[in-house]
């Protein structure tokens, strides 16, 4: 929606007056929904034994889980801001460029709301590796396929897709593996360095064009770190990340819980998201 948005009103602002409509816009449409989303209730939690959060963030899970999703970040989101220019280079203008990149935000809501169904079929390593390679395999395509249009835009609202479920996977890795007592702390340190390496992508495609000499080497190389991304997801899930004798439990797992969250707009007040 963005995208496409901000190509038009380029046309008539300036960048700062493009910036403020945009933010103006998005707190008229957000901060009520915080106001409203907020006062839903915690789901109860049933606490067993601890995991230290010192011990985890210095285990090899930990590690190997914050490498790999800080390098899936920085693949995720290079693709977002770079796509425009491949496809450009691709032969298309830059305005159907930026408005090719809006179904990838549709592609995105739609990821999201299928995650219910994929935590319910799968383990957390499995569903980690698969979405993580799926989104490397997607990016691999877009640098490979040169055309026409329409395969491109489709593979930006596949691209879309594996990132909206990328964000799930990401905001529910600490909760499927160590519980979610130490949630803040645990997640605040596997945040810091995705985060960091999520804001770099943007400006590290561009300057891989350069010196690859175009993006569409630059998504295949993305690609590739996908996958490696992928691979090392393997080894970020401890042993006992599955026995409920180790670590807090909820009655109804937390990425199942956000997975009917995205798809199910819960009333103010309502207890249903509690346990039963």
């Known amino acids: 929606m963005f995208a496409p948005l901000t190509a038009v009103l380029n046309t008539y602002l300036d960048w700062r007056g493009t910036y403020l409509l945009l933010a103006g816009f998005l707190a008229v449409t957000t901060i009520p929904l915080h106001l409203w989303g907020l006062r839903l209730p915690w789901p109860q939690i049933e ?14 899970p930990f590690l190997v889980l914050t490498i790999a999703m800080s390098l899936a970040a920085f693949s995720v989101y290079a693709v977002v801001v770079n796509l425009v220019p491949l496809l450009i280079e691709r032969g298309m203008s830059t305005s159907t460029a930026a408005v090719a990149l809006g179904p ?26 698969l979405v993580l390679f799926a989104s490397a395999v997607i990016t691999t395509l877009l640098g490979v396929v040169p055309g026409p249009a329409l395969l491109l835009i489709a593979g930006a609202v ?58 569409p080497a630059v998504f295949i190389v993305l690609g590739a770190i996908g996958v490696l991304a992928a691979g090392l997801s393997a080894a970020s899930v401890p042993r006992q990340s599955s026995s409920s004798a180790t670590r807090p439990r909820t009655r109804r797992s937390i ?4 997975g009917r969250t995205a798809s199910m707009p819960w009333p103010a007040g309502s207890s249903s998201c509690q346990s039963r």
Do not use: C, N
């Open 47 to 60: 606490h067993e034994t601890e995991h230290h959060p010192s011990a985890v963030a210095r285990s090899r």
């Open 104 to 129: 990838g935000g549709v592609g995105q809501v739609l990821g999201r709301l299928g995650y219910g169904r994929l935590t319910a079929k799968t383990s957390v390593r499995t569903r980690t590796a």
């Open 158 to 215: 596949l691209a879309g897709v594996a990132r909206g479920i990328f964000t799930l996977v990401q905001a529910t890795a600490i909760t499927d593996r160590w519980g979610a007592v130490h949630y803040g702390r645990l997640s605040g340190l596997l945040a810091v360095p995705v985060t960091l390496t999520a804001a770099i992508a943007p400006w590290a495609g561009s300057a891989m064009a350069s010196w690859f000499g175009g993006y």
């Open 255 to 258: 990425s199942s819980r956000i």
